[in-house]
């Protein structure tokens, strides 16, 4: 008779439970140590909350069909039954039927070791959700699934996904899913993660996607130490990569001990449909000649990999073959320290180049020397043929100091420099060539010209394509010049002459004339401009008191000239 004891405590729970579901209030708790028994029960209030503590025993079908799902993070599930997280749609209480679709699950980081199903044609989600206050429950920010037992996606249900939002759903050592398709798959939302502890040589499949319709899955087998896998899908190419063709999806995948990983990873993606219906690739992506690519964190480039066909259809499901799916495989993978991505690319078959020219420095006074700076790129999958030359002409306010290349063979005449690099040009490497010149007036403006004329002869390009806001000539500055307005020749030995400051020093070449009020130029300086008008005319006689116009000329090559009114009083 004491046996009965605990499993008649458990029964009572239970009706207790189912008891006040069909009494539709607005939540049910569930507290305490309760069994699901065989014959199943049905949860259907509006809110179920798994309580703090609480230890339930799921040997028969619980059917949960209630719009939101809390479990305490200190709650345990066990059991050889099922959990189903069902469809309201099917179920009444008294004649209303349950009016809410999708579910919402706070899985609070409590392990659930029975199996799981979703059959919900709404789907479910990871959201976070407070309890009700009258429950008296701490409030947590986690809402992740942690599965000791199968996760399951009913085959008859479609759209019955479970999305993720920015929470986890983590697969213990003896954690698995089943019944994924196309159809219903985990839904990462480009921030949800998807983890498997213990992957080894027979691996784990992450079936996984962006979004509704939108389905990525990955294969990851490790042949090295046997290590916790983390990987969530992206949306579109992060880092960006514009010079290979791509599919606009990425993988993020992580280890949580770094080192001893051996990884063959397998992507698949569908060539046709992407959220919304656009292509999921770049329009010149091509699988038949594609690889895939890793990038990490820190260094942002996408590397290269042996380019193979994609294997079609796509294989990684459980229900009929993806007929646009499309399998690559990558080996040999054994860093995972940082944020690794991955993703698919092709090459570009046509040539590609970038020739960039900047200027160092952006900014100089007449006098000064600077540099024009090219660098020739190639941004193509194809190897350019030599010879590759630059030819620059050289603006009229530059003049030519020096040319100097590492990789080319730099010549100057008559204004023009041509420099040729007469190697081959791999994918991504680059030649560069420094043109050292003086600004003598503000013509500064210059374009560098490039010309193929080897076995693949690539167009002229000049430097339109400087990336956007890059100088390619410098600006211009000027030494500020203080001009007085007035002076005083009466011979005192103060203000006697019409003194400049600085300007014979930042405009050795400048020169002066003066004009009187009729317009007649009575004095100028006959060369450059030496502080020496004293208020007297051509002749030496002394000119009257008035009020005088004065034009500078600097003749610092830029054309510039000041004028002003000058007083002259004794």
Same mark, same amino acid.
């Given at each position: ?8 405590? @458990? ?12 009494? $539709? ?15 199943? $029960? ?15 025993? /799921? ?5 949960? !069909? ?10 345990? %599930? ?6 189903? &997280? ?36 709404? =789907? ?14 701490? $409030? ?51 921030? =949800? ?6 992957? =080894?040589?027979?691996? &784990?499949?992450?079936?996984?996607? %962006? ?6 899955? !990955? ?15 992206? !949306? ?44 999921? @690739? ?62 698919? &690319? ?6 590609? *180049?970038?020739? /960039? ?8 006074? +007449?006098?000064?020397?600077?540099? #024009? ?24 306010? $530059? ?81 500020? +010049? ?39 130029? *009575? ?26 116009? #004065? ?5 610092? =090559? ?13």
């Amino acid at each position: 008779m004491k046996k009965l004891i605990p499993y008649i405590n @458990n029964l009572v729970l239970l009706l207790l439970t189912s008891t006040m579901a069909w009494a $539709a209030t607005p939540y049910t708790e569930v507290t305490g140590a309760v069994t699901i028994f065989p014959g199943g $029960a049905t949860t259907m209030s509006q809110q179920l909350y798994i309580g703090p503590g609480a230890r339930i025993n /799921v040997i028969g079908d619980w059917r949960i !069909a209630s719009q939101q799902v809390y479990i305490s993070p200190t709650a345990t %599930i066990t059991g050889t039954g099922t959990i189903i &997280f069902d469809n309201p749609a099917i179920y009444t209480i008294g004649s209303t039927a349950l009016s809410w679709g999708g579910q919402n699950l706070d899985g609070g980081s409590a392990t659930i070791g029975c199996r799981v199903l979703l059959r919900n044609p709404q =789907g479910a989600a990871l959201i976070n959700i407070p309890p009700a206050a009258v429950l008296g429950y701490a $409030a947590d920010t986690i809402a992740d699934m942690i599965f000791d037992g199968r996760l399951s996606f009913d085959s008859s249900t479609s759209g019955n996904n479970l999305t993720l939002h920015q929470y986890n759903a983590r697969f213990t050592t003896n954690g698995n899913v089943a019944g994924y398709t196309p159809a219903h798959f985990l839904i990462t939302d480009s921030t =949800g993660v998807v983890s498997k502890d213990a992957v =080894g040589s027979a691996g &784990f499949i992450y079936p996984v996607g %962006i979004a509704a319709g939108d389905y990525t899955p !990955a294969r990851l087998l490790n042949d090295g130490t046997t290590d916790r896998y983390s990987l969530r899908a992206l !949306a579109g190419i992060d880092p960006p990569n514009p010079e290979l063709a791509g599919i606009y999806r990425t993988w993020d995948v992580r280890e949580d001990i770094a080192g001893g990983s051996n990884v063959s990873l397998t992507l698949q993606h569908n060539q046709v449909t992407g959220p919304g219906g656009p292509a999921a @690739n770049d329009p010149r992506y091509d699988d038949s000649q594609a690889y895939i690519a890793r990038s990490d964190a820190s260094a942002s480039i996408w590397d290269t990999y042996t380019t193979s066909a994609g294997s079609m259809p796509g294989l990684l499901t459980t229900g009929s073959a993806i007929s646009n799916g499309s399998l690559l495989t990558r080996t040999g993978l054994t860093d995972f320290t940082t944020t690794t991505r991955y993703s698919k &690319f092709s090459p570009v078959v046509e040539l590609g *180049v970038k020739f /960039v020219k900047t200027v160092h420095p952006d900014s100089v006074y +007449i006098g000064d020397d600077f540099t #024009y700076h090219m660098r020739l790129t190639n941004t193509g999958w194809q190897t350019l043929q030599p010879p590759l030359t630059i030819t620059d002409t050289l603006p009229a306010g $530059a003049m030519y100091l020096s040319a100097t290349s590492p990789d080319m063979q730099v010549t100057y005449t008559n204004g023009i420099v041509t420099a040729v690099y007469s190697d081959s040009l791999p994918h991504l490497d680059s030649v560069t060539l420094d043109i050292n010149v003086r600004a003598i007036s503000d013509t500064l403006d210059n374009l560098g010209f490039l010309t193929g004329v080897g076995a693949v002869p690539i167009p002229t390009a000049n430097c339109d394509t400087c990336p956007s806001g890059t100088p390619t000539a410098p600006v211009v500055l000027y030494h500020e +010049i203080i001009i007085p307005n007035s002076f005083t020749p009466n011979g005192d030995g103060t203000n006697d002459n019409f003194v400049i400051p600085n300007l014979l020093h930042w405009y050795p070449n400048a020169t002066i004339s003066i004009y009187n009020r009729n317009g007649d130029e *009575v004095w100028y300086s006959h060369g450059p401009y030496h502080d020496d008008f004293a208020g007297k005319n051509y002749n030496g006689a002394a000119l009257p008191d008035a009020t005088y116009f #004065y034009v500078l000329y600097y003749n610092d =090559g830029t054309g510039r000239k000041k004028a002003s009114f000058l007083d002259l009083s004794r």
